[in-house]
């Protein structure tokens, strides 16, 4: 599983490089007032003015959006300086290159038209990947490297397979290993801490071999919410996936010494798999073996790969990165004769002029660590790829879920990728090979200037300033909000589809009651106000069967050399056993990894369909809020219980799929402290079961009986099994009795209960202790005669037990004679 280290090749330092492109490319001219200006939508210029506009130091913006891909464009067109260009054929490139970004026809990725002229210092990739190392060093190195990483505008991927599993031991220390998702949680907590470029916090990836001896921690590392910056994927090899098709065992490898540590069931594990990214999203897959034995492995001696980039589509190998940019597919149709058609020969013209570009990107990119820039100018990895797609279809009136979309899917990414090559082999006649051409799956080939030349990439923000659907994906709705919410930024805007409008009112069905409809539901749906072909033209996420997902990202994998971004979008009512079909699907039809999400497994979305704030849906979810809606009727039963403070009514309450919902206490006369007290808490816990959560309401049940069990104080009452230390303690019994908890803090047996049990029926499972007459069931099973000796009241603002009571006029304690008297 080791890597071998890069090659001893010697490049000119950055700063040498940059002194020889400024000597001859000069400074920046002003803007040509010749060259066109761009067409930019509300939304592309509010992310434009937010996050892209260079600004002075005292945080005013200082240029307009024709100034920024006039920057973008003179700086990289400069890097023609290195291969002999004066500055008169700088200017030429350099105008080619901002007709191409004003046109929105090609967008570099963020990083790029952030920081790419500016002089600031941060580099213009968006990805790169991190080795972490089986030590205490090279952990923290990686830890420093992900913050140097962040602050400059990148993202970071890491493979945390190398870590020995937790309770290993520490020769060096004779200590023990806490093993990978404890370090996990710290190179979380340090992302917290860093905007990428002061702009944006950092996303990563993080990766875990399926046979590392933690995988099962693994999967289950972000049901707390403990790690919030982080996509995980599982790392599945073939001998799992054999294992698995065999319902068969397969082997737990200890990566310190690759000696066999044991087995598990492939089924079991893919099941865990598939429940948990049904819960939360988390983790995705990536088919290790087939990345590495394709052409996302290009040299194979700096290999395996073991990671990606944060969203998948990008296999780096340790301290590799690539330079991404997204063709925008909308902007490629012709109307010929009235009829449009797609545009093939502008295609292979702006594929040409952008790996030209990407190529230049990596000359004057300021990478932030030496061992990436001389990983990166080894391989000299680009990545070019499209977006627009379902923008492109709805031109052309072809659905998204349509044999016909999966032809022509191919027959553009196949266009996309023989022109890249074809241009990466004429600038290698001019620019040289990358330099371990020798070394590389090409070497029988013609000589490439690039390893890698094509990804698909999701293009986020960057299709939001194309005015272009994003990546591959289909619609997302017909009329959605973007919200983006965090410390540092709080944006949301409204999206309606203008060619949906535009179709409407030529064909005559635009009405009140339609946009009404549409602005409330964000999808179209089975409307009876809107023709059936129209319908299947503007087709959204939810709408479509998984298949059609899948089937579309393995179209474009097919003439994609790295990988490909695609979600699988399921409606929040899909089941788990979907997604492990999914999963498998993926499997079977060849993709390198896959990712889905379920609608509402997160607390918080960036895309929430229609337009309206709050709207509720049949399941009582609010997007974007945090709380479930309380339905107006709900069932429950209620638990009389004794405890140290009296005798405590505790009523669990249900949802309609018999999941908890809320939790009332009564103990002790009203306007007590106890009662107070009792009440504070049956408030918090119905709060935490009614939030949002990757874990459902049982079990956070489950897990808040857990720590309440066995909470004592200065007495209790019942014996043995049926001891209750406190009031929390008895909440503990309701809920663990309720459902079938077996909770084990106190020593509570699991007894057979069902839902709407009685508090008597309760008492009377409970065995009785010995001695004790089962005159009254409840009161035999649970209280002691000690006990029942004992005045129960209120709590005592001296010692604090529950022994005030009210008596003769005045309010004394009877555990410690104090008296307010």
């Known amino acids: ?280 999203g988390d983790p995705g897959l990536i088919f290790l073996d087939r990345v590495n034995s394709g052409p996302s492995n290009p040299v194979p001696s700096l290999g395996p790969i073991e990671s990606t980039n944060p969203c998948g589509e990008q296999p780096l190998y340790p301290f590799d990165s690539c330079n991404l940019g997204s063709i925008f597919l909308n902007y490629f149709v012709k109307e010929e004769n009235g009829k449009r058609e797609f545009d093939w020969e502008k295609l292979k013209e702006v594929t040409g002029e952008a790996v030209r570009f990407l190529d230049n990107v990596i000359e004057v990119n300021p990478f932030t660590l030496e061992e990436i820039r001389q990983t990166t100018l080894s391989i000299r990895r680009i990545g070019l790829g499209v977006g627009g797609w379902a923008d492109l279809l709805i031109a052309l009136r072809i659905p998204y879920d349509s044999q016909e979309a999966l032809d022509l899917a191919e027959m553009i990414m196949k266009t996309v990728q023989e022109t890249a090559v074809k241009t990466s082999e004429s600038l290698a006649k001019v620019r040289g090979p990358f330099p371990l051409w020798s070394e590389s799956i090409y070497k029988n080939n013609k000589p490439r200037r690039n390893s890698t030349v094509t990804t698909i990439a999701p293009t986020g923000s960057i299709s939001i300033i194309a005015n272009a659907s994003s990546g591959i994906e289909p619609l997302f709705a017909i009329a959605y909000r973007h919200i983006v919410k965090d410390e540092h930024l709080h944006r949301e805007m409204t999206f309606i589809n203008p060619e949906f409008i535009k179709v409407a009112m030529d064909q005559g069905f635009w009405s009140k009651e339609v946009e009404e409809e549409v602005n409330k539901l964000g999808i179209l749906n089975h409307s009876p106000l809107i023709p059936e072909e129209v319908r299947k033209v503007f087709v959204t996420a939810h709408e479509i069967d998984p298949v059609w997902h899948i089937r579309t990202q393995m179209a474009f994998q097919k003439y994609t050399e790295n990988a490909v971004s695609k979600t699988i979008n399921l409606k929040h009512d899909a089941k788990a056993e979907e997604v492990k079909q999914a999963y498998l699907l993926a499997w079977d039809l060849g993709c390198k990894g896959i990712t889905i999400f379920r609608d509402g497994s997160k607390e918080t979305q960036v895309l929430n369909l229609g337009l309206k704030n709050k709207e509720e849906k049949g399941d009582g979810v609010i997007p974007g809020e945090s709380l479930l809606t309380r339905p107006f009727v709900v069932s429950g039963s209620t638990y009389r219980l004794v405890t140290p403070v009296g005798n405590a009514f505790i009523t669990i309450n249900e949802d309609e799929s018999h999941m908890p919902l809320e939790l009332f206490i009564n103990v002790g006369k009203a306007g007590s402290d106890v009662q107070a007290m009792a009440e504070a808490l049956g408030r918090t816990i119905s709060t935490s079961l009614r939030l949002r959560s990757s874990l459902n309401p049982r079990e956070r049940a489950r897990e808040i009986a857990e720590q309440l069990s066995g909470i004592g104080g200065r007495r209790s009452v019942g014996f043995g099994p049926n001891k209750i230390r406190s009031l929390p303690d008895a909440i503990s019994v309701a809920l663990s009795q309720h459902y079938h908890f077996n909770v084990n803090g106190n020593g509570h047996s699991e007894i057979e209960a069902t839902p709407g049990m009685t508090g008597a029926t309760l008492a009377a499972s409970f065995p009785a202790p010995n001695g004790v007459v089962k005159s009254d069931p409840l009161a035999a099973s649970v209280i002691p005669a000690v006990a029942a000796k004992e005045k129960m009241g209120d709590l005592c603002p001296s010692c604090g037990s529950g022994s005030l009571v009210y008596e003769e006029g005045c309010s004394k304690c009877h555990a410690c004679g104090y008296s307010e008297c």
């Open 1 to 280: 599983m080791g890597n071998k280290k890069l090659p001893n090749l010697v490049f000119p330092t950055y700063q040498k490089v940059r002194q020889k492109i400024d000597k001859k490319a000069g400074s920046k001219p002003p803007l040509p007032k010749d060259l066109p200006k761009g067409k930019w939508s509300e939304q592309s210029l509010k992310v434009l003015e937010e996050r892209y506009l260079f600004r002075d130091d005292q945080n005013k913006i200082t240029e307009t959006p024709e100034d920024l891909c006039w920057r973008v464009a003179w700086e990289v067109a400069s890097a023609e300086a290195v291969w002999g260009a004066n500055r008169k054929l700088i200017t030429e490139k350099a105008r080619d290159f901002y007709r191409l970004l004003i046109s929105h026809q090609f967008l570099p990725n963020s990083p790029t038209l952030m920081n790419a002229g500016t002089k600031n210092g941060l580099q213009y990739s968006g990805c790169f990947v991190v080795p972490v190392d089986d030590s205490l060093v090279g952990i923290f190195d990686a830890i420093k490297y992900q913050a140097l990483i962040h602050q400059t505008g990148g993202g970071t991927g890491f493979s945390f397979s190398r870590l020995r599993a937790r309770g290993s031991i520490v020769k060096s220390s004779r200590g023990v290993a806490s093993g990978p998702v404890s370090f996990m949680r710290v190179f979380d907590s340090a992302t917290n801490e860093i905007k990428q470029g002061g702009k944006r916090r950092g996303a990563n990836m993080g990766i875990l071999r399926v046979d590392h001896p933690d995988i099962r921690e693994f999967i289950h590392c972000k049901e707390e919410g403990g790690i919030t910056n982080f996509n995980i994927s599982v790392g599945v090899t073939d001998a799992f996936m054999k294992a698995y098709k065999e319902d068969g065992e397969y082997k737990l490898v200890n990566p310190k010494n690759n000696e066999v540590t044991g087995k598990l069931k492939a089924r079991e594990i893919f099941e865990e798999i598939a429940q948990n990214a049904w819960r939360t």
